[in-house]
């Protein structure tokens, strides 16, 4: 299956962490139990989710499709958005009630450019119906560091200047450099704030220090009243920040949202494998007219963020059984996508993997993994997952989560001492009725079958929105 790694900044722990794990313990029971329907038995059906084989049709070759689009705007969907992944004819969405609290962080996320999900399209000459569309979806890096020394430009509040290490917020001033040091918008203020009152002019660009020129080394830093320079790493116009101005009351320069222009968008190299090939493509979608809208379909495949919290930890969150369902408008700005969903499934080994994060309202601490804090703590009534009946030999009250991927039967998932301090999943049981146990060094949750394949799959429901924007050009990562 193809796999996507859509990478965030440190700035934010990630649309994850805001809405699974910023909920409050408020909310216990909110999420509703099962959503009533019945999902065949699991004997009638095998296991969900085979991908479809890719469709005939040109193949995918980075930066080489048309349209490109950008995801605009993401939120946790409510129960209805879910699609039906268990087959009991009923949406799945077990994060449908944080959705609201994750709302403001998300926002953030694309303010300042530290979620960036762009689409290219292949073997898609219009936006009409087709048989075989393909499309590959990527990791923006339009927020960046190029000078390494943490801060980043194109945000607010971000790096005036991305070529030398020694300038960014928090700097001291150096006085008589002529540049703006600190960020602040001035070049060589006084320790007091007070402007400069130097009235040469450096670098002959037709404005002085005194003037608002903040660098005055640089021609192309020129200061209040002139247009930023996108991309540039320099902060022309003297606000502060490089690669981001402020072009009326309402709108930012150097927008990679922008309707009509939008900026050029670098595409991160954690978006392609060893090959130079896409992590994540479908390879089988298709458009087709569903009352007056063309639609996108596409899937089930597998989608995956990477998250990088701090320098020294990224963490994977992976869908299975992820599916993309879309409308494709095409106007006089280009193709863009409105009224998007994707739903999959965390699954539990990808729960397992998820560790070094520290939020205390659910009990996750950096030594366990989210799976602990679902199946041994606070998140697990949260969601409200179901139980085994009181009475289950031989672990009742274990967890199962919500959608039965293998087909035999929910597992569940608990923690074996509920009397001692440490709150971590050490028994697994399949939906076959198999008990597995922590071992010396190894966590159950990675227990393979008897034919070597992993044994626990199963998943929480999750969908998200999405809006999708016309992107500007995509610009290949530079060579190593």
């Known amino acids: 299956m193809p796999i996507l790694r859509a990478v965030t900044n440190p700035k934010i722990k990630s649309l994850f962490c805001a809405g699974l794990l910023g909920a409050s313990a408020s909310l216990v029971g909110a999420c509703g139990g099962d959503d009533g329907g019945t999902p065949p038995a699991p004997d009638a059906r095998g296991p969900l989710f085979t991908p479809k084989p890719e469709c005939e049709g040109d193949a995918i070759e980075p930066f080489a499709g048309s349209p490109r689009v950008i995801i605009s705007h993401l939120e946790i969907g409510d129960l ?32 300042d450019y530290s979620l960036m999900i762009p689409f290219e399209f292949f073997d898609f000459p219009a936006a009409a119906p087709d048989a075989c569309v393909k499309f590959a979806i990527y990791l923006g890096a339009y927020a960046q560091d ?41 070049a060589d203020e006084a320790g007091d704030g007070t402007p400069s009152t130097d009235t040469a002019d450096a670098d002959s660009d037709g404005v002085t220090i005194a003037d608002g020129d903040c660098d005055d080394t640089n021609p192309a830093v020129k200061g209040p009243g002139f247009p930023e320079i996108c991309g540039d790493g320099y902060d022309n116009d003297c606000d502060g920040t490089a690669d981001r101005g402020t072009a009326d009351d309402s709108s930012i320069e150097c927008n990679p949202y922008d309707a009509v222009d939008p900026e050029p968008m670098p595409i991160d190299p954690l978006s392609f494998d060893g090959a130079g090939d896409p992590l994540i493509s479908f390879t089988s979608g298709e458009t087709t007219t569903v009352g007056s809208a063309l639609q996108l379909n596409a899937g089930p495949s597998l989608f995956q963020v990477t998250i990088p919290v701090t320098d020294d930890l990224n963490l994977d969150l992976k869908l299975t059984g992820t599916s993309i369902e879309a409308d494709v408008v095409e106007d006089a700005v280009g193709v863009h996508l409105t009224n998007g969903r994707i739903g999959g499934i965390i699954d539990v080994q990808t729960a ?37 009946p009181m009475g289950t030999v031989p672990f009742e009250g274990c967890r199962t989560p919500d959608i039965d991927v293998d087909g035999d039967g929910l597992e569940a998932f608990c923690d074996s001492n509920l009397d001692d301090d440490i709150k971590a999943v050490d028994v697994c049981i399949d939906g076959d009725g198999t008990v597995v146990m922590d071992t010396a060094g190894t966590d159950c949750s990675t227990a393979v079958d008897a034919a070597g394949n992993p044994r626990f799959v199963d998943g929480v429901s999750v969908a998200l929105k999405f809006e999708a924007a016309t992107a500007g050009e995509f610009v290949p990562p530079a060579a190593p």
Do not use: W, Y
């Open 80 to 111: 209805e958005d879910g699609f039906d992944l268990d087959g009991d004819g009923d949406p799945d969405n077990k994060l449908a009630a944080v959705g609201n609290l994750a709302g403001d962080a998300i926002d953030d996320a694309f303010d």
């Open 352 to 388: 397992d993997t998820i560790r070094g994060l520290d939020v205390e309202q659910i009990g996750l601490t950096p030594e366990n993994s989210l799976l602990d804090a679902i199946f041994a703590n606070l998140l697990g009534p949260l969601l409200a997952l179901p139980s085994l």
């Open 146 to 186: 190029l000078d390494g020394d943490g801060d980043e430009v194109a945000k607010e509040n971000g790096d005036c200047n991305d070529h030398d290490a020694m300038i960014k917020r928090g700097a001291a001033e150096v006085a008589g450099n002529l540049k703006d040091d600190d960020c602040d918008g001035l």
